[in-house]
């Protein structure tokens, strides 16, 4: 109930023209928590609500497979790898939540293609796309464009 908390917070006012962007976690059980909070600020408000599927899944994290490649390779890693792993959560979050007004964005469909998932924004060990396991880092967001309404 963390989310619904949080919305309660906010008056009506704050939040009605506003952009409300929630990520997926890795916990099946924060869905029913998700669908009731999205559900909760249709009902009493008009904001923008984008919710971001998992990220692809890096099992040492992200830091850790870059640092393993070039000490393998003695080389930078390869913009896309395969190593990355998929959760699954993505399509019953989108079943749940888009039919309540939710847009939903896939990180995963974003982030990885047949050649692998992004590991780095750029051409050097700086740009890595996400900072551990889950979490992505600030040039990866950039990949989404712009989702935030003004």
């Given at each position: 109930?963390?989310?619904?908390?949080?919305?309660?917070?906010?008056?009506?006012?704050?939040?009605?023209?506003?952009?409300?962007?929630s990520a997926n976690r890795r916990?099946?059980?924060?869905?029913?928590?998700?669908?009731?909070?999205?559900?909760?600020?249709?009902?009493?408000?008009?904001?923008?609500?984008?919710?971001?599927?998992?990220?692809?899944?890096?099992?040492?994290?992200?830091?850790?497979?870059?640092?393993?490649?070039?000490?393998?390779?003695?080389?930078?890693?390869?913009?896309?790898?395969?190593?990355?792993?998929?959760?699954?959560?993505?399509?019953?979050?989108?079943?749940?939540?888009?039919?309540?007004?939710?847009?939903?964005?896939?990180?995963?469909?974003?982030?990885?293609?047949?050649?692998?998932?992004?590991?780095?924004?750029?051409?050097?060990?700086?740009?890595?796309?996400?900072?551990?396991?889950v979490h992505l880092t600030e040039?990866?967001?950039?990949?989404?464009?712009?989702?935030?309404?003004?």
């Open positions: 109930m963390r989310y619904l908390f949080a919305v309660r917070s906010l008056s009506r006012r704050q939040v009605q023209r506003h952009t409300i962007t916990y099946p059980c924060q869905l029913e928590t998700r669908r009731e909070t999205v559900a909760a600020l249709k009902k009493q408000t008009n904001a923008r609500i984008v919710v971001l599927g998992s990220v692809p899944w890096w099992k040492r994290g992200l830091p850790n497979e870059v640092l393993r490649y070039f000490m393998l390779h003695h080389r930078l890693m390869p913009e896309r790898s395969c190593r990355a792993e998929p959760d699954g959560s993505g399509a019953a979050l989108r079943k749940k939540l888009v039919p309540l007004g939710a847009e939903f964005i896939s990180v995963w469909d974003v982030m990885c293609n047949a050649e692998g998932c992004l590991t780095r924004i750029g051409d050097t060990p700086e740009d890595i796309a996400a900072s551990d396991q040039k990866s967001i950039g990949v989404f464009g712009p989702v935030h309404s003004a």
